[in-house]
């Protein structure tokens, strides 16, 4: 019985480092995380943009006069009452639709847009999305070094004139 016993925990240690070294992380060079971080920079890039849109929409909408009056109607949004209350239009309800509809299409059209890049061979390819998520779980480290290198990224699209915020 003992020597069952041995040979089950023997059998159970070496498929248990078989199983790790399967896991191992593949060695993630440096143009794989600048191509990487190229892509995470490009997608925060294309969200600020987004943001920017809708901001100016809310400023520029004639209907609904600026973001004062978007965030009282948003504050009454849902409730008849209190739209009823601040005397909303239907032209103004069909602005801040419009305005809703933009901001609910965000998330899927940055998801679509990001998806599009990691799927693209020349700009980073899903191999090499995948073998950098899985190298950054397993070491901090190359997270902190490619968190550095969309830093710089996003640096160098500022002094370049191409920020958003500006």
Known sequence: MKKVFVLL???LG???VKSMAQDEVEEVTDEEIMKFAAMEEAVAFYLQEKQGQLVEMIKTDETIGGAGRYN???AA???EDKLAEIKITDAEKEAFQKIQDFMNSLGEDVKNY???LIMDADVLGA???NKITKAM???P???EKVDSQITQLKEKRAADGDDVTE
């Open 9 to 11: 925990f023997l059998m």
């Open 127 to 129: 191999a090499t999305y």
């Open 137 to 139: 779980s397993a070491d």
């Open 77 to 79: 949004w849902g409730n």
């Open 141 to 143: 480290s190359l997270k």
């Open 72 to 74: 009282e109607i948003k």
């Open 14 to 16: 070496f498929v248990s």
């Open 114 to 116: 990001k998806v599009e």
